[in-house]
């Protein structure tokens, strides 16, 4: 089975920016969409962004579109999450899993094999 370790999360004041990164181990994750949920305190899980196989495919949430970017370096088996211009409400708990599917979704049901999360903090 897979194991996905997210880093780079940390405090940054708003406007600030952070690169979250997503690295597997065990196996390779370079035939899998990849996507990248946040859990803000006392809200449900929320998709952020997700990434087709080899990079081609992207598409984000509303509220960081614009601002984030998505992509993965196959060869390190490792997927990136670029935040700029962050807010304090960007402000949750950070994860990456794995699409069930060629063609992922926003749903966290659509996704298996959770990390254990990276914390991001923006202060105001």
């Known amino acids: 089975q897979v194991q996905l370790v997210e880093s780079g999360g940390g405090l940054v004041q708003a406007g600030g920016s952070l690169r979250l990164s997503c690295a597997a181990s065990?196996?390779?994750?370079?035939?899998?969409?990849i996507g990248w949920f946040r859990r803000a305190p006392g809200k449900e899980r929320e998709f952020v962004a997700h990434?087709?196989?080899?990079?081609?495919?992207?598409y984000y949430a509303d509220s960081v579109k614009g601002r984030f970017t998505i992509s993965r370096d196959n060869a390190v088996n490792t997927v990136y999450l670029q935040m700029n211009s962050l807010k304090p409400k960007d402000t949750a708990i950070y994860y990456c899993?794995?699409?069930?599917?060629?063609?992922?979704?926003?749903?966290?049901?659509?996704?298996?094999?959770w990390g254990q999360g990276t914390q991001v903090t923006v202060s105001s």
């Open positions: 990434i087709s196989w080899n990079g081609g495919g992207k």
């Open positions: 065990r196996r390779t994750i370079s035939t899998y969409a």
């Open positions: 899993s794995l699409a069930r599917t060629v063609v992922p979704g926003t749903s966290a049901s659509q996704y298996n094999y």
